[in-house]
Structure formats: C-alpha cells, structure tokens
T-cell receptor, first 115, second 112 residues
Framework: DSGVTQTPKHLITATGQRVTLRCSPRSGDLSVYWYQQSLDQGLQFLIQYYNGEERAKGNILERFSAQQFPDLHSELNLSSLELGDSALYFC??????????????FGQGTRLTVV | AQSVAQPEDQVNVAEGNPLTVKCTYSVSGNPYLFWYVQYPNRGLQFLLKYITGDNLVKGSYGFEAEFNKSQTSFHLKKPSALVSDSALYFCAVQNSGYALNFGKGTSLLVTP
C-alpha cells in the first residue's frame, strides 16, 4: 500500500459530462501530481500542486482543472468529456522530507470510461 | 526538455536468466532518473532512482540499474528473473518542476 488513496476506482460517464476525481496523498506529503495513462499517449504528466499552490503544468487540456485543498487532498475536474478522455488517471505524492528529488508514490488510479 | 526512451516494447526472458530493460535519456544538466513497475490493474511502484553517486543503483525486489553517462543510459537489470517479475516497467526522468516524464514502458514477460 503506497499510502495514496484515490476515489472512485472506476467511473463510467457519458460524453459531455463532468466528473471529479479525488486524491488523498501520503500523510505529510506536500506535492500532489496528476497523470493520465492511455494506450495511445502512454503516461503523461498533467499537473502538480505543492502545499496548495499550482507548481507545474504538463499536457493538461483546458477542459481539465485541479486544485489542492488546505488538508492537502486534491481533486481533478474533467469537464465536457469526450470519448478520448477515457483513461486511467493516477495521483502521486511526494515531498514529505522537503527534498525535491525524492520518489513519488502512486495511488491505484481511477479508471474513467466515457461512453 | 527532459525525456527518456525505452526502445523495446517487450522483453522476454526465461525464469532464472538475467534480464535487462533498456532506457536512454536526454536531459540538460544532471539527470535524476527513476524506474517504476506497474502490475496489472495496479498503480506504479517505485523500484529505484539515480540522483548522484555510484553508477550502480540497487533497488527493490533484487533489481539494480546502471547509470552510464557516456552512453546516456540507465538500464534496469536483475541477475535472475522470476515469473512474478512479469509486469510493465517504466523509466522516468524528473523534470525541472520535479514531476516525472515517463518512457512508453516495456512489457517484461518471464516464462517458466
């Protein structure tokens, strides 16, 4: 168990809808990262938050947004969903020691299916 | 931009034989390199990392990786493969914002 909790594990929704994925990082970790894993794009970094502030953006679509709350949990919001958004979405956390070059711990992911 | 490449989609090895999963990197500055493993329907698990120091890095489950600066490589190795090592392996490089840029992954199949 990595200590990173993601909910829900599975999500099926229709095109055009909006969903929210939730992530609770490891206790004490300040950084939260969101990744998307799909067959055609592989594992792509979406966005990072550090202690409540956006730190870095990767290949995140404008229809997607995220936030990190004061208790350090994070949510990834996906809107106007398209079939191509079907993927496994991972959350990872790191930064407990303050050292940036530490490994990230991954949750088990949320499998999103858009129909 | 920091990137890694995994040239093999799949590696097949017999149980008990040594295994190597290849990774090459392209970075500006010092590379911070990682290996992760993904079992079916699971998240990624950290295996090992190279930040600085010894070129041979030892990690979890008997895996090790050799950092080679001249060849810009960071190959994952294990002296004796187990059937249970069959999984998807990802090489990654940490970018300037500390997120990871992953390779496309290599599927390792260890046959009895």
């Amino acid at each position: 168990d990595s200590g990173v909790t993601q909910t829900p594990k599975h999500l099926i929704t229709a095109t055009g809808q909006r969903v929210t994925l939730r992530c609770s990082p490891r206790s004490g970790d300040l950084s939260v990262y969101w990744y998307q894993q799909s067959l055609d794009q592989g594992l792509q970094f979406l966005i990072q938050y550090y202690n409540g502030e956006e730190r870095a953006k990767g290949n995140i679509l404008e229809r997607f947004s995220a936030q990190q709350f004061p208790d350090l949990h994070s949510e990834l919001n996906l809107s106007s969903l398209e079939l191509g958004d079907s993927a496994l979405y991972f959350c990872a956390s790191s930064g407990r020691t303050g050292n940036p070059n530490t490994e990230a711990f991954f949750g088990q992911g949320t499998r999103l299916t858009v129909v | 931009a920091q990137s890694v490449a995994q040239p093999e989609d799949q590696v097949n090895v017999a149980e008990g034989n040594p295994l190597t999963v290849k990774c090459t990197y392209s970075v500006s500055g010092n590379p911070y390199l990682f290996w992760y493993v993904q079992y079916p329907n699971r998240g990624l698990q950290f295996l090992l990392k190279y930040i600085t120091g010894d070129n041979l890095v030892k990690g979890s489950y008997g895996f090790e990786a050799e950092f080679n600066k001249s060849q810009t490589s960071f190959h994952l190795k294990k002296p004796s493969a187990l059937v249970s090592d069959s999984a998807l392996y990802f090489c990654a490089v940490q970018n300037s914002g500390y997120a990871l840029n992953f390779g496309k992954g290599t599927s390792l199949l260890v046959t009895p």
